[in-house]
């Protein structure tokens, strides 16, 4: 998986193309990713107690995570991504535009 909770990611392809938002979870056994904003799918709720109305509920639905590609928080835009360590360790990706690691 090439991306993790937290990325700002862009949708590439599909019905979502060139929307974007941050992934709020990701499933490895589906290979799926949850982007905030994106996706959205309306779930009817029926009434559960008398008296109570059925409501509509906005969710998100997964994407597969070969659909979205990181955004670079520093050109701010979707790039390919290259691995780097920084220079006390932490494993980063690099910008392959700009050349940024985050
Ligand atoms: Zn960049």
């Known amino acids: 998986m090439h991306v993790k909770k937290g990325d700002m990611v862009q949708v590439i392809t599909g019905k979502c193309k060139g929307q974007t938002g941050k992934i709020a979870a ?43 590609m990181l955004v670079c928080p520093e050109c701010n835009s979707a790039t390919r991504v290259g691995k780097a360590v920084d220079g006390s360790g932490v494993k980063k990706r690099k910008c392959k535009k700009c050349g940024n690691l985050f």
């Open 26 to 68: 990701v499933s490895l056994k589906e290979g799926k990713v949850i982007v905030e904003g994106v996706n959205i799918s309306t779930k009817h709720l029926k009434p559960r107690q008398q008296n109570t109305a059925g409501s509509l509920v906005k969710v998100e639905s997964p994407l597969y995570s070969s659909k979205v």
